[in-house]
């Protein structure tokens, strides 16, 4: 079992991935990283990854891809595996975690800076949703009209609940990233004392989610969010086809970004038609419609029905990279898509 690491750093800032499970997620770590080099040659680059995953790495000569391989054992290999035990991983001063299903778009120096105001955070809203670890369809409203979000803070003496969105985490903290990491651990084990719902009830899920629980011991630790939605500055934003421009490498990214929290919310709704009515609708109202065209420091393919053009991307880098190593494009059996998204 790995031991939390206090000494010993890797550097002063540095970015950490996780890569478990099918080996296509190794192929999305990759692509990642190399949208990440485009901005930032100089910060390290550190993979947590399964043995399986390190011998692959090692077998393929993709070893000059990262900086630092961590091992990261079987019981880690999880989202709630992972990031309810983060504290592990803190291989720098300061570590910026990133999910594997990521695209940088622009330089990251002012998020680091915007980041070094904290000692632990996770990008999220002040406020969540009806939606969050509940039902995402109509059966929210059940929750709604019997104060189900209200009766879980209640019962566990919290006066507010964010949003918490962990496909960005950062710490400078071991200490204070234990600290929310086990307390989370705790208020998952208490699901049942509350109104969330297990996340493979989702179309295409297979893990536990981590966020419902994270967001709830912040609350209960007085720890803020990272601002998600911060306009021509936000740390991430969703990919969401319908209001996205790109090209298909994403070298140029723009976004079109509703500055009216409730308008902008419709961005995750399926059907674009849909969409395209409400947004109309709801722009009748002065400063309802006004938008910007913004590029985020990162984009993130979260949607299930939005990774497409993420995966496409990922079969080039990596077309990339076979054809640069001369090795079979099968090898790694990065082929296949049937298995459900984590």
Known sequence: MLKPVTNDKLGKEGYIYVSYGHPKYLKHVIASVSTLRRYDTKRPVALACTKKHKNLIKKYGLEEVFDHLIDLPEEHASIVGFKHNFYNYLYFDKNLFLD????????PDSLWQALNAYDFTITGNLVSDNFFGAPKSIGVAKDILLLRRKRTLKRFGLTYLSRAQTGLMYSKSPSLTKKVCELAKEMLKRKADTHFQSRKKEKGRNEESCEWSLAMAMSKLNIPVYAWFQGHTSPQLDYIAFLADHDDDFEYVKCKYYCNDFVYSFRGLKT??????????????????DHMMVTPHCLHFGWYHEKKPFFDFSDRVWDDLVQAQKLPKTSLGLEDRSSNEA
């Open 272 to 289: 674009d038609w849909i969409k395209s009515l409400l947004i109309t609708a709801f722009s009748l109202i002065p400063g309802k419609g």
């Open 100 to 107: 594997s299903d990521i695209v940088w778009c622009k330089k």
